[in-house]
């Protein structure tokens, strides 16, 4: 049972373009949403967050968008460089932070020069 | 160290071995996870130590999986029996308080492969 689910494992973008990557979850409790990005052979490293008040957050090139109505969430790359490709997981968590991060199975976005 | 550091970054083993794998979580984080990341899947949590309360093994799969932390420093993952389904790149976090809800981060992991 996916708390969290990325249905799409991949995505092509051309550079310069608008990158957009969907989440979905589905245990009403979490309140607290981030996104890593994963490059091979490292590990994740955190790109941004939203708490369940806000819904948006930009930091730079990157905005995270929260639906709470919807238990949606999307991560808005623009514009796309291709530095950008890697894997992007989706994570939630609930009590403020307190419960472990609860991950969707990524999705891998490839920036087409 | 300047960041999470994890050891070995490769094993492999033969079935029915025991292994144990290492974090070195950064100085001062008081939050310690393991998780890991099979092939073609998320991250899966597997057990998480936050200062010296009793740490949250919810995530372990089976009780041929084991962790310890001393204080605040050091953590090995033990897996008694190694089975192939055990193979996946183990990775570690750590944090600078009990929630996720700031920036954790992340080892480069080790991948194991149970030949």
């Known amino acids: 049972d996916q708390q969290v689910k990325q249905n799409s494992p991949s995505l092509s973008v051309q550079e310069g373009r608008i990158s957009i990557l969907n989440c979905d979850y589905t245990?009403?409790?979490?309140?607290?949403f981030l996104w890593y990005k994963k490059y091979p052979a490292e590990g994740p490293t955190f790109l941004i967050s939203?708490?369940?008040?806000?819904d948006k957050n930009e930091d730079g090139r990157f905005t995270v968008f929260l639906n709470k109505s919807a238990k949606h969430l999307s991560l808005h790359i623009v514009p796309s460089q291709p530095g950008d490709s890697a894997v992007y997981f989706c994570a939630a968590t609930s009590q403020g932070g307190n419960t472990p991060l609860v991950f969707g199975k990524g999705t891998r976005l490839s920036v087409i020069a | 160290g300047a960041g999470v550091s994890q050891s070995p970054s490769n094993k492999v083993t033969e079935k029915g071995k025991d292994v144990e794998l290492r974090c070195d979580p950064i100085s001062g984080h008081t939050a310690l996870y393991w998780y890991r990341q099979r092939l073609g899947q998320g991250l899966e949590f597997l057990i998480y130590?936050?200062?010296?309360?009793?740490?949250?093994k919810s995530g372990l799969p089976s009780d041929r999986f084991s962790a310890e932390r001393t204080g605040e420093s050091v953590s090995t993952l033990t897996i008694q029996r190694t089975q192939q389904e055990d193979s996946a790149v183990y990775l570690c976090a750590s944090s600078s308080h009990g929630g996720m809800n700031t920036e954790a981060f992340f080892g480069q992991g080790t991948r194991l492969t149970v030949v």
């Open positions: 939203i708490s369940s008040i806000k």
């Open positions: 130590f936050q200062g010296n309360s009793a740490p949250d």
């Open positions: 245990n009403s409790m979490f309140d607290y």
